[in-house]
T-cell receptor
């Protein structure tokens, strides 16, 4: 069964304290790995799509990487405005169903 | 572009009542989907559609119906509401099977409370 697991569930960082969020996946024939940011009371907002192991994408303080078993979202020198829930999702070849993890709640303290 | 829009934003129902959650997109996306989001459960797929006239079940389809008569609209119907359907519902859309373009875009959500 396809599965996506995110860790940690919650993370508190001081402003400027870099860290990484993990997304482990067991998906037969990964077709895409997606990262989203979700603010309270809002819908998920797209951040990155990764398609193959070794791929990396960056946007401001965020960098997403992909291996054959997991993806990492690296946050460099975070700011309080980076506080949100970060969601990971995967889709396997031969299906039309996106599988989401339960998310990591990030709080960045000033 | 308005993107993905959902109505209503908030709804209270009594057990046994029916209602339709509306979803529309103006990006000419073939793929549309409905999710529910509950605390600690993440986003779970209810139903999805890969084009007008084509729908299929997701992970948690029981108690919900969908139809897709146009590319733009994908309504979700609750046939007989139950307290277990209290949740936040998100609609999403994307291009389908187009390399590099499968990212889903989400609507703002509908918060449903069933008493």
């Amino acid at each position: 069964e396809d599965q996506v697991t995110q860790s940690p569930e919650a993370l508190r960082l001081q402003e400027g304290e870099s860290s990484s969020l993990n997304c482990s996946y067991t998906v037969s024939g990964l077709r895409g790995l997606f990262w989203y940011r979700q603010d309270p009371g809002k819908g998920p907002e797209f951040l990155f799509t990764l398609y193959s192991a070794g791929e990396e994408k960056e946007k401001e303080r965020l960098k997403a990487t992909l291996t054959k078993k997991e993806s990492f979202l690296h946050i460099t020198a975070p700011k309080p405005e980076d506080s949100a829930t970060y969601l990971c999702a995967a889709i396997s070849s031969g299906t039309y169903k996106y599988i989401f993890g339960t998310g990591t709640r990030l709080k960045v303290l000033a | 572009n308005a993107g993905v829009t959902q109505t209503p934003k908030f709804q209270v129902l009594k057990t046994g009542q029916s209602m339709t959650l509306q979803c529309a997109q103006d990006m000419n996306h073939e793929y549309m989907s409905w999710y529910r989001q509950d605390p600690g459960m993440g986003l779970r797929l209810i139903h999805y559609s890969v084009g007008a006239g084509i729908t299929d079940q997701g992970e948690v389809p029981n108690g919900y119906n969908v139809s897709r008569s146009t590319t733009e609209d994908f309504p979700l119907r609750l046939l007989s509401a139950a307290p277990s359907q209290t949740s936040v519902y998100f609609c999403a859309s994307s291009f389908h099977r187009l390399a590099g373009e499968e990212t889903q875009y989400f609507g703002p959500g509908t918060r449903l409370l069933v008493l």
